[in-house]
C-alpha cells in the first residue's frame, strides 16, 4: 500500500520537496564492550558476551544526524556493520519522508531489495540493518520535531500509524482497518495518558540480579536491592543447570517473599519436551513467566509449553525474526507476553506492526531491553503503546538492566522502580563521541590495550 | 547429544588424531554471473537477479580440498562472503571430522556461538554460512572416500546418520528412535535402489521456459521443448500480473496438454488471502502445485492456503530457513511438498534432519534448484533421499534450469528428463578455476568490463 503523502508522515519529515531531506551519508562504527570481563549479561545461551553495537549516524544534506544503533553480543558485530553498509547505496540520495514514511517505497529501497532479500528475507543481519536505518531516520525526524520518540509518534493521527505498516502478510490477522480501530479506540484520552507517563513513568522490571555468572550472595544482595528500589519484578537467568535454578529460585524468594514476581528466562536452550519437565521442577518456585523457553522459532513449541505449563506465563520475542512470526504466535495462542526488541526487526515500522498485533490479540507487550541502548530506545514504544495504541500498563513492564547507560547523550533514567518518560528530543539511541571513539573495535583505546594484552 | 567417534563419521573421517585432517584455512571467494542481462531467473519477487555464489574451498594441512557454495542473487553476496569469513576462526585448527560428525561440537563451533548467534540464530546469512563450511567438508570427505556424496552417504549405518542431526528442537515431532526407525526401514533394498539410480537417473522437472521475463513465444517454444526432452513437469512463474499469469498458462496448457504437469511458483509475492483469490482464477489451468504462494515465515498461512487451494498442491522451502520451521510445517499440514535447498540450511547435517522429518509425515521432498551450482549439490541429497531414507521417487522430482553448468568440474546431466548419478567424488559444487576468475567481483575480467562501461 503506498502511502498518499498528503496523509502521511511527510509533514513532519519536512518539506517533500526539499533537497536539504535528502539523505547524504550513513555511517557506521563497530562499537564494542568488554563487558564478559565481568560475566555481566551471562545466561544459558551466551555464557560470555561483549555487549556490542552496529552505532549508526544517517546525515542529510541539511547536517541534521539521526541516531540508531543494532545491538549484537560481540563477534559478528562487523557483520552487522557491513549489512547496515551494504543498505548504504540503496539509502543515500533517498528523501528521509520516503524513507520512514512511504511504506511501498521502503520496502523496494530496503527489506524488498529484489538481490538483498535473499539473505534473509525479512530475517537476520540483512533485516537488522534496515531496522537501524529506519530508527535513525525517526530519530532524526523527533529531533527535527524537538520531541522524543514516543511523543511524536503518539500525536500522529491514526491514519498516519496506519500508513506506516506494510499489511502484505498481515492480513489475515489484521487489516488496515483492523489497525485503524485500534488506533481510533485510543484516541480518546490520549492527551491524559501522556500526562500520566510524565508525571508517573512507565512500569519496569530488572534483570539485574540474575546473570548466571554472578555469585549466590550478588544475587541475594541485588535482589534485595531490587526490591527496595520500587521494582515489581526481577527475571533471573536459568536453563543451564537444575540444581543451581533451584538453589538460586529459592535464594529469589527467600530474599523477595511469596508474593513478588520473579521471573526466569532459559534464552532457548531447552527442547520442547525439555521445557516442560524443567519448569515442573522450578514451578513450586511459582516463576510469573519463563522466557525464551525453546528455540524462538518454534510457534507450535511455545503454544505446547504455554499449555503445558500454566498458570506460568510464556514470553518471547526477543529473537523473534519479524511481524509474519509474531502474527503467528498470536494466532496460535503461542504467548502470554509479547517482548518486542527495538533492533530486531526494521525497525519503528515494524514493531509498531507488532504493537497492533499485540493489541488486536489482546496480549501485552514488555519489551526485551538490556544489552547495550535497548533501554534508551525500547523505552518509547512501550511509552507510545500505552499512550496510543493498547492504552494501559496492566501486565506491562519494560526489562531494565542497570549497566553501560553512562555511553548515551540521554541515559534512561529509572526512578521507584519506573521509565522516566525521556524529554529529550530523538530515540535515545546517541552514544557519547568519546565513548563511541574509545570502545570502537579494534582502534579504540580501551580495546587496543585488551587485544594487545591477551 | 555428542557423537561417540567410533560409531560416527570418523571413520570416513581419517584417523582421528592425524594431524593431516586439521582444517588449515577457508577461503571465499565473490563469484558472481551478469544473468540479469538476459533475465534468466527473473520471477515476481526477483525481477533481474545476477545469480552468484559466495564460493568456498576449506584445505587440509594435507593438502586436500573440499569446495562448497552458498548461492545468492547478487547484491549481498559480497556479505554472505563476510558471513563465511567470520566462521574462519572458529574453523581453522578444528579436525575436519569434528565439523560433520560431532553434532555438539559443529553446534558449539559454529551455529552455536555463543556471540555469532545473535545474528541469527539458525537463519539468515549466519546460518547459511555454517552450511557453506559443513559443505565443503562434506565434499572433502567424498573426496577422500572415492565416492560421489549422494553414495557416501548412503551406505553410512543408520546409528551413524542419526548421530549427525541436532535433535534439540526436534524430539516432538522427531527422537532420535524415530529416525533410527526411518533409516532402519530404508535398510533393505538399498543396494538394489542404489543400482536402479546409477542406471536410471532421478526425476527432475524443468524452470528453464517459465521465467516472467520471457516471451510468450520463447515460452511456448521451451515448454513444447522441456516435454519432448522427457521431463514431466513445467514450472511457470507467476504473481506480477493476474492478466499475464492467465495468458501464459493458457500457453503452456495448449503446448503441453492437459495430462502434463503445469507447476506454478509465486515466489512470496502474495499475503495470505490474495495467495487464495489468484490461486483461484489460476485454479482453470489445473496447476499441480503452487510454490512459495506467501511468505516462507507464515506457516499457519501455508496453512489456511492449503486448506483454501486443494487439489492444488502447497509446496515451499527454498527461503525455509532451518529444520525447526520444516518440523512446523509438517506438524500443521502447511504443505504437500518440501522443497530442500542444499544452500539455505547449516548443511547436509540440517538437511537429513529435514529429510527425517518428511519421511517421518510421509511427504515428498522436491529439492529446490536453478541458480548456479544448486543442481550440482542438490541433486545428492535427492539421490540419497531415495536410497536410503524415504526409498521412494513416487510424486519426487528435483528442479532443473538449464544455465550456468558449463561452469563447474562435473555439470549435472540430465537424460530424458532425469539426472543422471553423478560418479564423480565429491558433493558436486567445485568451479572451473578459470570461471572463478573470470567471475569474481569486482576484478573478474568478466565483470571488469561491465562495470566500467555502466
Known sequence: MALDRQEGIGSVAGEPGSELGVIEDVEVVDVRFPTSAELDGSDAMNPSPDYSAAYVRLRTRAGETGYSLVFTVGRGNDLQVAAIEAMRPLVVGQHLGDLVGDVSRLG???????QLRWLGPNKGVIHMAAGGIVNAAWDLLARRAGQPLWRLLSELEPEQLVSLVDFRYLTDALSPADALSILGDARAGRDQRADELVAEGYPAYTTTPGWLGYSDEKL?????????????????????????????????????????????????IWGVPDAISELDQLAVFSPYWVEEPTSPDDIAGHAAIRRAVAPIKVATGEHVQNAVMFKQYLQQGALDVVQIDACRVAGV???????????????????????????EMVQHLAMFDFVAVSGSTEGRFVEHVDHLHEHFAAPARIERGRYVAPREPGGGAEMLPASVEAYSYPGGEKWAGALGAS
Chains 1, 2 share one sequence.
Not at 526481577?234 to 520473579?262: M, Q, T, W
Not at 515500522?349 to 533501554?375: Q, S
Open 220 to 268: 541475594a544482595t541485588l535482589s534485595a536491592g531490587a526490591k527496595a528500589d520500587g521494582f515489581p519484578m526481577v527475571k533471573l537467568k536459568v536453563g543451564a543447570s537444575r540444581r543451581d535454578d533451584l538453589r538460586r529460585l529459592g535464594i529469589a524468594r527467600e530474599v523477595l517473599g511469596e508474593d513478588y514476581l520473579v521471573s526466569v528466562d532459559a534464552n532457548q
Open 349 to 375: 515500522n515494524e514493531n509498531l506492526a507488532n504493537l497492533l498485533l499485540a493489541a488486536r490479540f489482546g496480549v501485552p507487550v514488555c519489551p526485551h531491553a538490556g544489552g547495550v541502548g535497548l533501554c
Open 108 to 114: 523496494l529501497s530496503m527489506t524488498g531489495d529484489s
